[in-house]
C-alpha cells in the first residue's frame, strides 16, 4: 500500500492489430487530484504504447516524487526492473547479442525514472482493476480519435 504522499500513476497501452494504430493512457492520482493524460499513433505495437505511457506518466511528475506506478505490462515491469541492467552493461544487446527493441523508449524510460523514487507494480489487465480500466479505456479513446 501507499502514502498518502506517494503518487500513484496507472499506464496502459492499447493496439488495434501489432503492429497498427496504437494508443497510451495515464491516469495520475495525487494528493492535489486525478490528472488523466493519452495520446496514439498512426503505427506502433503494443509493447511501444505500453512504454509510452509508463514514460508519460512518469516525466508528468516533478523531479524527486515518490511514485508507484501500476502497469498490466510484464514486459514494462521486468524491462525496467531487471531486464535493462544486463542491457546496458552489454551495450543495449539481449542475452542472444542482439539490439534491444524498443531501446529508444527504454531509455526515455530509464531517464524518467532515474529522477523518481519508483517502485513498480503488475496488476492484471481486463480484470476489472478500476484504474487499471481506466488506463486502458483513455488509450482506445486515443485510438478512435486518431481514427475517426
Same mark, same amino acid.
Given at each position: ?21 496504437? %494508443?497510451?493512457?495515464?491516469? &495520475?492520482? $495525487? ?8 495520446? @496514439?499513433?498512426?503505427?506502433?505495437? #503494443? ?31 521486468? %524491462?525496467?526492473?531487471?531486464? &535493462?541492467? $544486463? ?8 542475452? @542472444?547479442?542482439?539490439?534491444?527493441? #524498443? ?38 479513446? $486515443? ?6
Amino acid at each position: 500500500m501507499t502514502d498518502s504522499k506517494t503518487i500513484q500513476i496507472f499506464t496502459d497501452g492499447a493496439c488495434r492489430g501489432n503492429p497498427g494504430p496504437g %494508443g497510451w493512457g495515464v491516469l &495520475i492520482l $495525487a494528493e492535489s487530484g486525478a490528472q488523466e493524460f493519452y495520446g @496514439a499513433e498512426e503505427q506502433t505495437t #503494443n509493447n511501444r504504447m505500453e512504454l509510452t505511457a509508463a514514460i508519460q506518466g512518469l516525466t508528468a511528475v516533478a523531479s524527486g516524487a515518490s511514485v508507484a506506478i501500476y502497469t498490466d505490462s510484464q514486459y514494462v515491469k521486468n %524491462g525496467l526492473e531487471s531486464w &535493462i541492467k $544486463a542491457w546496458k552493461a552489454n551495450g543495449w544487446r539481449t542475452s @542472444a547479442k542482439k539490439p534491444v527493441k #524498443n531501446q529508444d523508449l527504454w531509455r526515455a524510460l530509464d531517464s524518467a525514472a532515474q529522477r523518481l523514487v519508483v517502485s513498480w507494480h503488475w496488476v492484471k489487465g481486463h480484470s476489472g482493476h478500476p484504474q487499471n480500466e481506466r488506463a486502458d479505456a483513455l488509450a482506445n479513446r $486515443a485510438i478512435d480519435e486518431m481514427i475517426s
